[in-house]
């Protein structure tokens, strides 16, 4: 991960955005949104469970609870159907 914006990537991606010079940063950030999305319906379920245990147990366990509720999001609000989401 980069320097900064290790959780909130994409409001740093807009700062950089803007520190650019960007003035029309909605394309860009839809464009990486899209392209989110996309990756997110393809996910499988080795690369989530890559991500997890990349993390301390304690870590985990929350991980885990978040990503559920994120997830659930996704399919209700985004319409991004993976099966691979829901086996977290």
């Known amino acids: 991960m980069s320097k900064k914006g290790k959780v909130y990537f994409l409001t740093s991606y807009i700062e950089y955005l803007l520190g650019e010079g960007i003035k029309s940063e909605e394309y860009y950030l839809g464009d990486a949104s899209r392209f989110l999305r996309f990756l997110l319906g393809r996910v499988e379920t080795s690369d989530i469970n890559a991500f997890v245990q990349s993390s301390s147990p ?5 991980l885990k609870k978040t990503l559920r509720k994120f997830y659930a999001f996704a399919e209700a609000e985004l319409d991004i159907s993976n099966d691979a989401l ?3």
């Open 58 to 62: 304690s870590y985990q366990k929350r």
């Open 86 to 88: 829901k086996q977290v």
